[in-house]
C-alpha cells in the first residue's frame, strides 16, 4: 500500500485523537463519583431497611398499646359497675357481698397488671420513635451526600460529553484528508492491536510496541519508498516515518 508521506503523518495526529478519546471514555467510566455513590447507595439501602423495621415496629406498637389500653378500660369499666353495685347496697346476701368484694380486689389487681402491660409496650413504641426518628435523619443525611456527588458525577459527565463532542469534530476533520484504503487498514489494526493501529517510528523505535527495530529492519525501512506505507516487524502496526525517525 502506498500512501503520501503526509497522509501518513496525519495518521498518527487521528491516532492522538482516537488515543484522547479512549482515555476520556476510560475518564467517565471510571469517575471517582461513582464508587462513591455506588458505596452511599448501599447504605442508603442499608438505612432504609432499618427504618422500614423501626417503624414497622412502631406501628406495631401502636396496635398493640391500643389492644392493652382497651384492655385496661374494659376492666375498669367492669370494676366501676361493680363498685356502684356494692355502694347501692342493693346487694343483701352477705356471700355475694363477699363475691363482689372479691371480684372488685381481683379487677383491681387485673386493672395494675394491664396497666403495667400498657407501660411497657408504650416504653418499646417510643424506643421506636425514636430509633424511626434518628433513621429518618441518618437517610436524608446520606441521601443528600448520594445527591451531592451525583450532580459532581453530572457534571464531570457534561465536561467530559463536550470534550468528546470537540475531539470527535476534530477527528472527524482530521481523517476526512486521509485515504480510504489507508485509514481502513488502520482501523484494522487499532481495533486488533487495543486501540493503536498506528505508531511513529522515533530513533529506530517502534512507539506502538516499544521495541527496537534491528539493522536489518532499519535498513528495509531507510530503503522503501517515501510513500510506501511500511509496518513494524514485531505488532505489525502502521510505521510513520518522521524526520525524528534515525533513519
Known amino acids: 500500500m502506498n500512501a503520501a508521506p503526509a497522509d501518513q503523518i496525519r495518521l498518527l495526529d487521528v491516532q492522538a485523537l482516537d488515543l484522547r478519546l479512549t482515555q476520556l471514555a476510560h475518564r467517565r467510566s471510571n469517575l471517582p463519583e461513582l ?23 412502631e406501628s406495631d ?4 398499646q391500643t389492644k392493652a389500653e382497651g384492655d385496661v378500660d374494659q376492666v375498669r369499666q367492669r370494676a366501676a359497675r361493680d363498685q356502684k353495685r356494692l355502694d347501692s347496697g342493693a346487694v343483701t346476701s352477705p356471700k355475694d357481698l363477699e ?22 409496650v408504650m416504653e418499646r413504641r417510643e ?4 430509633r ?7 437517610v436524608q443525611s446520606v441521601q443528600a451526600k ?42 484494522k489494526l487499532r481495533g486488533q492491536q487495543g ?3 498506528a505508531a511513529r517510528l522515533y530513533q529506530r523505535r517502534c512507539e506502538g510496541c ?19 506505507v511500511v509496518r513494524c516487524e514485531n505488532c505489525r502496526r502502521i510505521l510513520v516515518r518522521t524526520p525524528d525517525s534515525g533513519l
Not at 464508587?35 to 414497622?56: G, K, P, S, V
Not at 424506643?127 to 425514636?130: D, G, L, Y
Open 35 to 57: 464508587a462513591e455513590i455506588q458505596t452511599l447507595q448501599q447504605d442508603l439501602t442499608q438505612q432504609r431497611d432499618l427504618l422500614i423495621a423501626a417503624q414497622t415496629e
Open 61 to 64: 406498637t401502636a396496635r398493640e
Open 99 to 120: 363475691n363482689l368484694q372479691h371480684e372488685i380486689a381481683s379487677l383491681a389487681r387485673r386493672q395494675a397488671d394491664l396497666e403495667d402491660v400498657v407501660l411497657e
Open 127 to 130: 424506643s421506636a420513635q425514636q
Open 132 to 138: 424511626a426518628a434518628e433513621l429518618t435523619e441518618r
Open 146 to 187: 448520594a445527591d451531592e456527588a451525583a450532580a459532581r458525577r453530572d457534571a464531570a459527565y457534561a465536561e467530559i460529553d463536550a470534550e468528546v463532542a470537540t475531539v470527535s469534530k476534530e477527528r472527524e476533520l482530521t481523517a476526512a484528508d486521509i485515504p480510504a484504503d489507508l485509514l481502513a487498514l488502520y482501523e
Open 195 to 197: 486501540g493503536v493501529g
Open 210 to 228: 516499544r521495541l527496537e527495530l534491528n539493522i536489518t529492519e532499519v535498513n528495509d525501512v531507510r530503503a522503501a519508498a517515501a510513500d510506501a
